[in-house]
């Protein structure tokens, strides 16, 4: 429905300021893809990292989604020459695409370039929740410290003029919506909450058997790891045959297996999972079908 409540295709210009990495880059994948499905026009404005990783490069990640990027892999000179950087891709992009609506993704310096292109154009702001629990850290730090630094005024400031740009706000979740509302003063009429969802043509169950399941987790876990350890470099951290052992049963079925997904940060609360896990095993220990 477009911004004068008529059934209509929109041309939606969406931005996220990081290049792709963890889970907001996801949601807007799969977002885009859908919007775009159900016939609208969706141009991506994101930042992309030519590191040597694939995954950080955004025509990569995000594939056949129309883009316009901005290339992190160059140092920026500080915050100012963030804004005039992203200031010039809007303006570029403006002279392509016209949009009805802007769906920008967390509050950053992303915000306040796009107001200045598309002043009168409706914008809403997505609020993962990142940049809130960074001001809340923020906050703890200087009450800890009894000194107020200056990262905590520049991005206070920048968060808090980006809030005042938007006219709409969406929140992952009911947590992130009151956090909006306590630490940015937003105004609860103004927030839409819309949980994250799941590309489901990726995720989906694939019926395997057991041994299939066990093939592919030798091959993540022994064969080709992916993991790493404070080094940064795949595959440092890796599994053996033995380890293997300890996902079957006495029968040699295949465990339940808890899975985490995500960064590994405080407010994840990956923490209370393992602990979660620790009861199910000691619950389980004398079946020996424990995860």
């Known amino acids: 429905m477009g911004p004068d409540g008529t059934d209509r295709q929109l041309n939606i210009l969406a931005g996220l300021a990081f290049y792709p990495r963890g889970g907001s880059a996801q949601v807007v994948r799969y977002l885009s893809r859908a919007l775009i499905e159900r016939g609208h026009r969706v141009h991506l404005v994101t930042g992309s990292l ?18 316009t990027t901005v290339d992190y892999t160059e140092a920026w000179e500080g915050f100012k020459r963030g804004i005039r950087c992203w200031t010039e891709v809007f303006k570029r992009v403006s002279g392509r695409f016209e949009p009805d609506v802007l769906h920008l993704h967390h509050l950053l310096h992303v915000h306040l370039a796009a107001s200045e292109v598309f002043p009168k154009v409706p914008k809403a702001a997505h609020l993962h929740g990142t940049e809130i629990k960074m001001l809340e850290n923020l906050d703890v730090l200087g009450r800890e410290s009894g000194v107020r630094g200056e ?6 400031d920048a968060v808090a003029g980006a809030a005042r740009k938007m006219q709409h706000f969406f929140a992952i979740s009911p947590d992130v919506r009151e956090r909006g509302v306590a630490r940015l003063s937003i ?5 839409t909450t819309i949980p994250n969802g799941v590309d489901v043509s990726v995720f989906r169950p694939a019926d395997w058997s057991d041994d299939e399941r066990l093939t592919f987790l030798r091959k993540i876990l022994v064969q080709e790891p992916q993991g790493w350890d404070e080094t940064g470099v795949p595959g440092t951290i890796r599994y053996t045959e033995t380890d293997l052992e300890r996902f079957q049963t006495r029968e040699g079925a295949l465990k339940p297996l808890a899975l985490f997904v995500g960064r590994f940060l405080d407010f994840k609360r990956v923490p209370m999972l ?4 620790s009861q199910v095993n000691q619950g389980l220990a004398g079946s020996g079908d424990g995860l």
């Open 50 to 67: 030519s590191d040597g990783d694939p995954q950080h490069d955004a025509r990569t990640f995000y594939q056949d989604i129309p883009l």
């Open 151 to 156: 990262l905590h005024d520049v991005a206070g």
């Open 187 to 191: 105004d609860r009429s103004a927030i």
């Open 274 to 277: 393992l602990r979660a896990v």
